[in-house]
């Protein structure tokens, strides 16, 4: 069995644009179902513990038409997480940055995150990020002063589908920033879901359709470790 911690956003509020954002339902119930099922441990961190603040558009009917992750979420299985600066990243065999806008506000320069980054890649474990979950692995430098993902192959979500307007208020782009130091790959938006294994160790998904092919990423990469 392995250790899997899954980081969420704490939430985030801009009063001024009227938009809340946090972490989204489907990126962390579809992959720790999987997870879950295969015998593995699932943990959950954020920035501040507690309860984290999820994005109510990843459960509304447009994006959960079925309700599944809504009723996940109502269950309280999200409801308690530990903080990041608590943790202990070696009782980890992967860390799972789920995804969300929030991720780009609390999540992307959060220095607890790169310690607990660097110390699972470090003792050989799985590094994974979701849709704008790779927004932290920008700036996790390594021991060479380089991105953790400089010069790799990833991928996150697309300027070209991100809500009309809300580049304008993000912190970032988060494929602009990743194309600067990584080799992004958006794959083909045509298909459904898309994931990429920048080493054997980092991997990355586009978007929230994504997150239960990431889900199976990591069983089968943990299958073959044996962890």
């Known amino acids: 069995m392995a250790k899997v911690l899954a980081v969420l956003s704490s939430g985030y509020k801009d009063g001024e644009n009227n938009y809340e954002t946090g972490w989204w339902g ?10 879950e099922k295969a015998g593995h441990q699932v943990d959950l961190a954020s920035p ?20 599944t992750y809504r009723a996940l979420y109502e269950s309280g299985k999200a409801d308690e997480t530990q903080k990041l600066s608590e943790l202990n ?29 660097n110390t699972i890649y470090d003792y050989d474990g799985i590094v994974a990020a979701e849709c704008h979950g790779p927004a ?17 192959k990833v991928t996150g979500y697309p300027d070209e589908i991100e809500p009309e ?3 304008d208020i993000l ?4 494929e602009q920033e990743m194309t600067e130091i990584a080799n992004y790959d958006k ?23 994504s997150s239960e092919l990431m889900g199976e990423e990591l069983v089968k990469a943990l299958e073959k470790g044996k962890k």
């Open 136 to 152: 932290p692995l920008i700036w996790t430098t390594r021991p060479n002063g380089e991105s953790i993902i400089a010069g790799k």
């Open 187 to 209: 794959g083909d938006l045509n298909q459904k879901a898309h994931a990429v294994w920048a080493d054997n160790q980092i991997v990355t998904s586009r978007d929230p359709f």
């Open 89 to 117: 990243p070696t009782d980890y065999d992967v860390v799972l940055v789920i995804g969300g806008h929030g991720a780009m506000y609390d999540l992307a320069k959060n220095e607890d995150l790169h310690r607990i980054i």
């Open 165 to 167: 307007g809300l580049l």
């Open 48 to 67: 501040l513990g507690g309860k984290p603040d999820i994005d109510q558009v990843s459960i509304s009917e447009e994006y959960d038409p079925e309700g």
């Open 26 to 35: 489907e990126e962390l119930f579809a992959p720790m179902e999987l997870l």
């Open 171 to 174: 912190p970032f782009s988060l």
